[in-house]
């Protein structure tokens, strides 16, 4: 039975275990997806699951092959090992993760949008034609998704409401986000952003905000993005752009820089998440 809501969970920066035989058996989000379910079926039971469909987009195999074979190469005459390797994986995303047209000895951009792209298109294939997806992006992810939407708003030929057109985003969740670490080359009057990625929806779909980004103002990679640049602000002013702030992580993570990564099973983000989940399958109804 074709699902009526699509979810997309895209992950960031770091190392991650083994990449999944399919993009449906979740990794990195199974945590997520688990206690969002929960939380919805408590107000709309059994819901979810007859109305969801969610897979990951899973890239870290692809940003980590160099920096693998680098690091086992080079690791016998350092010290530090675990200290250096988290470096090379977690900065090491970052530096790969570049547009390189015309490099044919480059192509992680690429790839990774590719792979974003065979995803979408499975998700189309679990859903009714034109059902809006949500997306929950973290850390670097958030400007990976950010990217692949920018360049098919490029593309005037993709005006069909498809998920692989990335016209039918109900929501974009950003946690821990990233983006400005990689826009420091152009001025704030210079940084402009994506247009609101929901035009395939119809109106009773659309929402004001429909880009949530939350951050814990002790994770030193996820960044507020309304005053990022002119862009930025444009679209924060006109009600589509929300920062929110949590306290992301446990009693030992919350307060220090290992909240990057508790926004996963973090109370308040599920509640965000939850939020916009539960609105969207009673707006379908």
């Known amino acids: 039975m074709l699902k009526k809501?699509?979810?997309?969970?895209?992950?960031?920066?770091?190392?991650?275990?083994?990449?999944?035989?399919?993009?449906?058996?979740?990794?990195?989000s199974k945590d997520l997806e688990r206690l969002v379910r929960e939380r919805v079926d408590r107000h709309l039971p059994n819901h979810f699951r007859e109305t969801v469909a969610w897979r990951e987009i899973f890239y870290s195999d692809i940003t980590e092959k160099n920096q693998n074979a680098y690091f086992d190469r080079v690791k016998s005459g350092l010290n530090y090992d675990g200290l250096r390797?988290?470096?090379?994986?977690?900065?090491?995303?970052?530096?790969?993760?570049?547009?390189?047209?015309?490099?044919p000895n480059h192509d992680v951009y690429s790839d990774i949008h590719e792979r974003c792209d065979t995803v979408l298109k499975e998700l189309e294939d679990d859903t009714v034609p034109g059902a809006p997806l949500i997306v929950l992006a973290h850390s670097m992810g958030g400007h990976v998704f950010s990217d692949h939407i920018y360049d098919r708003q490029k593309d005037a030929r993709l005006t069909v409401p498809r998920i692989a057109n990335c016209n039918t985003i109900a929501a974009f969740l950003t946690f821990g986000c990233n983006i400005p670490l990689f826009t420091f080359a152009y001025r704030y009057d210079q940084i402009y952003c994506i247009k609101d990625p929901g035009s395939?929806?119809?109106?009773?779909?659309?929402?004001?905000?429909?880009?949530?980004?939350?951050?814990?103002?002790?994770?030193?990679?996820?960044?507020?993005?309304?005053n990022h640049g002119v862009g930025y602000k444009e679209l924060s002013d006109a009600g589509g752009l929300v920062d929110k702030t949590i306290n992301s992580g446990s009693f030992f993570t919350s307060w220090n820089p290992l909240s990057h990564n508790g926004y996963w099973r973090d109370a308040d983000f599920i509640?965000?998440?939850a939020t916009v989940v539960q609105s969207t399958i009673e707006a379908l109804q």
């Open 85 to 103: 390797e988290f470096v090379i994986k977690n900065l090491g995303d970052a530096a790969a993760y570049h547009n390189a047209p015309g490099d």
């Open 200 to 226: 395939g929806l119809p109106n009773s779909m659309r929402r004001a905000p429909w880009w949530f980004n939350v951050y814990d103002k002790d994770d030193v990679l996820g960044y507020p993005l309304a």
């Open 5 to 28: 809501l699509s979810i997309v969970a895209i992950h960031g920066i770091g190392s991650f275990k083994e990449r999944p035989g399919s993009s449906d058996l979740l990794s990195f």
């Open 271 to 273: 509640d965000e998440v």
